[in-house]
């Protein structure tokens, strides 16, 4: 079964419509498993974090847009930038983008100085990347500024200001794409396994957090 067995196949984007059927039906064994197997596409490689549909309705690629988010509580609307990276870059573009939030930020729940939190993060690197359960959130609330890394792997941003990320992302060549789709708008599959839920509890322990994203 090789990566196959890495696999749980019932997992979409979280706002989709229930299905009645998708692309994953009457594929045989050995499709599915070469399908996952499959990291690249073009010039963008997935972790192993996550496979889009078998259809392909979303082929990954490089890139950001803009976006909102409107707030429940004070139905502000909140502008979004949301930015896909390719694998071999895309924790070093997180770790810039932290860099706006200022010197000081929260991690969920704590407050931590920043290269002391970069410190922890580098150290867990593999699983943050290629763990397709685990997410992180790096705010400053007295900006207020948000930074999350996401299960998807994708990068997002909310903040009233977006530039100096925006920024970020182009230094690393990364562009605006205002039409561009993400893997979470289609079906797709996440990836885990026991080894990486342990790392994770040991990355909460270091952060003296209590509860997962």
Partial sequence: MGFLTKFFTNVFHENAPALAHNSFDQ??????????????????TLTDAIRPA???????????????????????????????????????VFMD??????????VVLECID?????????DFEEMLTNDGCTGLAVLNPNIPLEVQFDEHKLLIVYGAD?????????????????????????EHVHSSNDEYVSQFEQLQNRLGMDGGF
């Fill in 97 to 106: 983008l932290i860099d706006p939030l200022g010197s000081e930020v929260d």
């Fill in 27 to 44: 594929v045989s064994e050995a499709d599915l498993e070469a399908h996952l197997n499959v990291a690249r596409y073009g010039d963008f």
């Fill in 114 to 122: 920043v290269p002391v939190m970069k410190s922890m993060l580098w």
């Fill in 162 to 186: 977006l530039s100096p990320f925006e920024h970020v992302l182009e230094e690393h060549g990364i562009y605006c794409q205002e039409g561009l789709r993400f893997i979470t708008e289609a």
């Fill in 54 to 92: 078998f259809d392909l309705k979303v082929v990954p690629q490089q890139g950001y847009r803009h976006d909102s988010y409107v707030d429940e509580q004070t139905k502000a609307n909140v502008p979004v930038l949301m930015a896909s990276v390719s694998s071999e870059n895309l924790f070093d």
